[in-house]
Every structure is written in C-alpha cells, then in structure tokens.
C-alpha cells in the first residue's frame, strides 16, 4: 500500500484512515519485494519493526500474517489475523480469514462463530472496500465451510444435546439457501 493508493491492495480499506509516510512506504514496499522473493523471515523482521513504532499498522500485520503461512505457522497466522480483528473488528473480511484458520487449525465452536459474523457483515462491511464478485465469493466459501463444520460435528455426537442442536441448526441453514 503506497501512499497516493486508495485503498489497500490486500484487505481493501482505506489508506486515508492514518497518515502515511515515506519512510514506511518503503519499508513496506520492501517487505513486499521480500515476500514475492520468498524471504520470509525477512519480511517479518521487516514488519515487526514497522509494528513496534505503529502497533496498529494494519498491512504490517497482513504481510506477517502472509509470511508465517508460508512458513507453514497456522498458530502466528491466527495471533497476527487476531490483532487486525482487534482493530478492524466491524471487518467482514476478516471475519472470514480467522474463521477458516479457526476451521483448519483453531477452534470448531469459534470458527463457526467467526463464519457466522462474516456472513452477517458482509452486506454492512463499514470499509465497504469488498467488491460485489469478491463478497459473493466469501459468502459461498463461508457457507460452504459452515455447513462442512456443521456436519462433522453432527455425525460425532447425532444422539447429544449439542449434536441435536447443531444438526437443528444445520437444517435452518438448508432451508434459508432453499425456501
């Protein structure tokens, strides 16, 4: 994200939120060029120091986020997509990358809850940065993940409390797709 752009390349939010400055462009723009020349420790060596002057320097969390899953480290993924929810919490998107991390690697229960809110602010998204193809994607992904985590735990536990409800659940979901 460079300063005359007008929204993030990543996330889509808008770059006029905080002032710029040069010096972090460039550092920025190298911790990019580090990333496609797959120096990932160098990108995240990179984005910490951005971090420790700006904590709440969204992108630097994003390209740490990008190099540690390169790096096959789903749990410092999950940690630097967590500190971007604390400071885009109202983000559709964001939702959405914590939810599948949660899916894949985290916590059912709060995967299913991340889904679920994606799912719900992806029409009021305040950054209103998600394009109408991009928001279509996410909401099929974000189903589709939903529905697949519904089911897994169902077929465990069809005979609990929990599983009762949740396969309930699961067939509301149906029936909203299909009326």
Known sequence: MAVNDPTCSYCGIAN??????PSLDARLAKSMESFRDKRYAEVIEICE?????DPENVEAHYQCAGAWEELGQPLRVMQAIR??????PGSA???FNLG????HYGDRAEAISRLKKALSLLNRDP???ISPPKRDEIRTRA???LRRLLEEKT????GSRSGGLIHRALSLLTRRKNP
């Open 16 to 21: 006029d939120a905080r002032p710029r400055s």
């Open 49 to 53: 120091g951005i971090l420790a002057e």
């Open 83 to 88: 500190s971007i929810l604390a400071l885009r």
């Open 93 to 95: 998107l964001v939702h």
């Open 100 to 103: 599948i991390l949660e899916a």
């Open 127 to 129: 950054d209103k940065a």
């Open 143 to 145: 189903r589709q993940e």
């Open 155 to 158: 077929e465990g536990d069809r």
